[in-house]
């Protein structure tokens, strides 16, 4: 039988969020009781909570909304590579003892430990000359465990434009913290979401 590993973290009130971004919220819109029986819930939350797929639309104005993607990035092979500790950026370096026989998707583990109930402000992310090689390789998505691929306070946000120039997909908050290097098969799947810029995944890796 293969393997699942769950790399989504949970989704809840403390899940942490940008500054400024909409948190976790929920309530109840009916609880079970005599003449009602089911429990309904509302929740509010920003599409970025939790491991997320960005859309587009998310850094392009005239981007396509995440309902409208192609789901195929988004399932299939995939290799994991660790650059645990290796600083504001991950470059090419970090990854290139991994990257034999041309992965279509690479996650990339930086987190020993994945922050799942804090900010993180100093995360890590892509370099965006790495990006661009990914790119050439033949890269159709990369994932990370933090919550951006650029550093949290880039204004320029330079390896989101590369994904745009190159059309390339991208997964974010994922918790590699108990997945070895290799190679799996991805499974994340965005909800279709018609006009989002980006949506919740959950995110899992199977053995081949």
């Not at 920003?46 to 309902?67: I, K």
């Not at 465990?145 to 745009?164: E, F, G, M, W, Y």
Request: hydrophobic share 45%.
């Amino acid at each position: 039988m293969k393997r699942i590993w769950d790399i989504s973290p949970p989704v809840d009130a403390g899940s942490p969020v940008f500054p400024g971004d909409t948190p976790y919220q929920q309530r109840w819109s009916a609880s079970m009781a005599p003449g009602c029986p089911v429990n309904v819930s509302a929740i509010t939350l920003s599409p970025h909570v939790g491991a997320h797929a960005d859309a587009p639309l998310h850094y392009d104005p005239a981007g396509t909304a995440v309902g409208a993607l192609d789901l195929a990035p988004f399932i299939g092979p995939c290799r994991v590579i660790h650059a645990i500790g290796c600083g504001p950026l991950i470059e090419w370096h970090h990854m290139a003892h991994a990257l034999g026989g041309q992965p279509q998707r690479v996650l990339v583990r930086t987190y020993e430990r994945m922050p799942v109930d804090r900010w993180d402000g100093a995360l890590t992310a892509y370099a965006p000359e790495a990006v661009r090689r990914l790119a050439d390789a033949g890269v159709v998505l990369i994932g990370i465990d933090t919550a951006s691929i650029d550093p949290a306070d880039s204004k320029t946000l330079d390896s989101h434009q590369v994904i745009r120039a190159r059309n390339l997909r991208v997964l974010e908050n994922l918790v590699l913290d108990d997945v070895p290097e290799g190679d799996y098969e991805l499974i994340a799947l965005p909800l279709k979401l018609m006009t989002a810029d980006a949506s919740p995944v959950r995110a899992v890796l199977r053995s081949l």
